[in-house]
């Protein structure tokens, strides 16, 4: 089963927070993450930590995730999301990438944790998935 992750996922692996246990044992299958979120990561990371640590913290990222530069259809379906669903454009990739590969979206975002949507939602916060 092809993963996922969007940037909440990450941060989440990267303090430790809510869902990180189930992220870090999934990293042995190298999920899949969009550079449009992970380059949300490291804008969040440069903010908490600067450039150098942030810089260190995606080097070392992209050895357990498969990162994708989005496609032209990627960024069609994107933005059909984005249309769609009240969420930040950066969301919209997360969703699309998912649905790409027809993968779980690994998350805690609200935005993205949407009953009916197109995309699955794996919603981290929830220990009882």
Do not use: C
Request: charged share 25%.
């Amino acid at each position: 089963m092809t993963v996922v992750l969007d940037s909440w996922a990450v941060l989440s692996l990267l303090q430790g927070a809510a869902g990180a246990d189930r992220v870090e044992k999934q990293l042995s299958s190298r999920p899949v993450m969009s550079w449009v979120n992970l380059g949300e990561v490291l804008y969040v990371l440069i903010r908490r930590r600067g450039r150098a640590d942030a810089d260190e913290a995606v080097r070392d990222l992209r050895h357990v995730l498969e990162v994708e530069l989005p496609t032209e259809a990627v960024v069609r379906q994107a933005a059909a999301v984005k249309a769609a669903y009240p969420m930040a454009y950066a969301d919209a990739f997360a969703a699309a990438t998912a649905m790409a590969h027809d993968a779980e979206l690994w998350t805690g975002d609200p935005e993205l944790l949407v009953e009916g949507a197109p995309w699955r939602p794996f919603d981290l916060r929830d220990q009882h998935q």
